[in-house]
């Protein structure tokens, strides 16, 4: 059973739509991070929530962590195709290690 | 640049083999974690070690160890390699024991063939 249930686990949408992922949880979460993957590299920090209702904006990104901090979404508009890549969110709780969702795999067509 | 840095960045070696992935952690980073991630999988925990001491333990298979040495590099020893050991193999890094943040270096990539 995964702690961090991430949806879609895939999604591909042409150059220009909107889109948003969902990151959700049973649990409580003092943090969330998300990452953005590139086939091939190391999954690199997009951006931290840390209080619950907390929005992020990261140029067409935008992050939300929910007002019970048990879940979390991106969304993205305007999609281009270097967006391309796996998302993952990733719960921080206290005294516990950073625990990772299974990634949304998406795919921006030219 | 994460400033995590791994080698060797691939890998190629044949079944029953062990080789063994280097990581040196950020400047000023404690904790050290490892991560498997095969083709089209998420992330996989391994094992964590803090200042030196494994402190944390996921789904890694007792023909894999890990160390972390006092200059606070860590190696990832896989042996007896079977085919299915294929894979991504990441290292990150944080400063605290359960940092909130980590830091992922760029992956090794092991075939076994």
């Known amino acids: 059973t995964q702690l961090l249930e991430q949806s879609p686990q895939f999604l591909s949408i042409q150059e220009g739509e909107n889109l948003t992922v969902y990151c959700n949880s049973s649990s409580v979460f003092s943090s969330l991070q998300w990452y953005r993957q590139e086939p091939g590299e190391g999954p690199v920090l997009l951006v931290t929530?840390?209080?619950?209702?907390e929005v992020k904006k990261l140029k067409r990104l935008t992050f939300q962590f929910g007002d019970a901090r048990k879940d979390s979404s991106l969304h993205i508009t305007a999609a281009q195709p270097g967006d391309t890549g796996l998302y993952l969110c990733a719960g921080a709780r206290e005294g516990q290690k950073l625990v990772f969702g299974q990634g949304t795999r998406l795919t921006i067509n030219p | 640049d994460s400033g995590v840095t791994q080698t060797p960045k691939h890998l190629i070696t044949a079944t029953g083999q062990r080789v063994t992935l280097r990581c040196s952690p950020r400047s000023g980073d404690l904790s050290v974690y490892w991560y498997q991630q095969s083709l089209d999988q998420g992330l996989q925990f391994l094992i964590q070690?803090?200042?030196?001491?494994?402190?944390a333990k996921g789904n890694i298979l007792e023909r894999f160890s890990a160390q972390q040495f006092p200059d606070l590099h860590s190696e990832l020893n896989l042996s007896s390699l079977e085919l299915g050991d294929s894979a991504l193999y990441f290292c990150?890094?944080?400063?605290?024991?359960?940092?909130?943040?980590?830091?992922f270096g760029e992956g090794s990539w092991l075939t076994v063939v």
């Open positions: 070690y803090y200042n030196g001491e494994e402190r």
């Open positions: 929530v840390v209080t619950g209702g």
């Open positions: 990150a890094s944080s400063v605290a024991l359960f940092g909130n943040t980590i830091y």
